[in-house]
T-cell receptor, first 119, second 116 residues
Framework: GAVVSQHPSWVICKSGTSVKIECRSL??????MFWYRQFPKQSLMLMAT?????????EQGVEKDKFLINHASLTLSTLTVTSAHPEDSSFYIC???????????????FGPGTRLTVL | AQSVTQPDIHITVSEGASLELRCNYS??????LFWYVQSPGQGLQLLLK????DTLVQGIKGFEAEFKRSQSSFNLRKPSVHWSDAAEYFC??????????????WGLGTSLAVNP
């Protein structure tokens, strides 16, 4: 149980285009989801916290107009990289704790990640 | 400031040898501490976590970690390493963000290589 999927697993796009990445909790409800960015050989950087039915909370330094987050249901959050540029190329990872034990355990389940390459 | 430090960027051990990966944290309150492993092409997997109680916690794949409040440390150990343990290991601490959600602060990771 507790599987999180991401789609697509990799994407290549041209500079100036927008790319949408989906994060789904397959077998549990997740009111809260997290979006991370990971550069090669580096740690995870939290970009934003996504909450179902409300606006996302962005970390300091993350452009909310650049990285649009929509959490339309209890099992789906999307990250849209708008007007992507080569510097946006990275590995994007989402995670979600299960609603039923989020505040009890803090355990997050991670998606496999999406590799974005902007040409 | 909240932070997690993993002093060792890269470690190489021989198969069958013991392993200890270091993690130090800085957080003003009682920490929630985690170790995750990231293998190529796979998502991050939780190895173990500490919330309260016994300071020696057991995890999956034969890993354990010990919380030492006096040293602000949460080191990961394994008595005998297997070749399949080669991966990237991340230590993290759970804190609250501005939206009152818990979030994870991550260390930079330790890359583990295992020699046959």
């Amino acid at each position: 149980g507790a599987v999180v999927s991401q789609h697509p697993s990799w994407v290549i796009c041209k500079s100036g285009t927008s790319v949408k990445i989906e994060c789904r909790s397959l077998d549990f409800q997740a009111t809260t989801m997290f979006w991370y960015r990971q550069f090669p050989k580096q740690s995870l950087m939290l970009m934003a916290t996504s909450n179902e039915g409300s606006k996302a909370t962005y970390e300091q330094g993350v452009e909310k107009d650049k990285f649009l987050i929509n959490h339309a249901s209890l099992t789906l959050s999307t990250l849209t990289v708008t007007s992507a540029h080569p510097e946006d190329s990275s590995f994007y990872i989402c995670s979600a704790p299960r609603d039923r034990d989020y505040y009890a355990t803090d355990t997050q389940y991670f998606g496999p990640g999406t590799r974005l390459t902007v040409l | 400031a909240q932070s997690v430090t993993q002093p060792d960027i890269h470690i190489t051990v021989s198969e069958g040898a013991s392993l200890e990966l270091r993690c130090n944290y800085s957080y003003g309150a009682t920490p929630y501490l985690f170790w995750y492993v990231q293998s190529p092409g796979q998502g991050l997997q939780l190895l173990l976590k500490y919330f309260s109680g016994d300071t020696l916690v057991q995890g999956i794949k034969g890993f354990e970690a010990e919380f030492k409040r006096s040293q602000s440390s949460f080191n990961l150990r394994k008595p005998s390493v297997h070749w399949s343990d080669a991966a990237e290991y991340f230590c993290a601490v759970g804190v609250y963000n501005a939206g009152n959600n818990r979030k994870l602060i991550w260390g930079l990771g330790t890359s583990l290589a295992v020699n046959p």
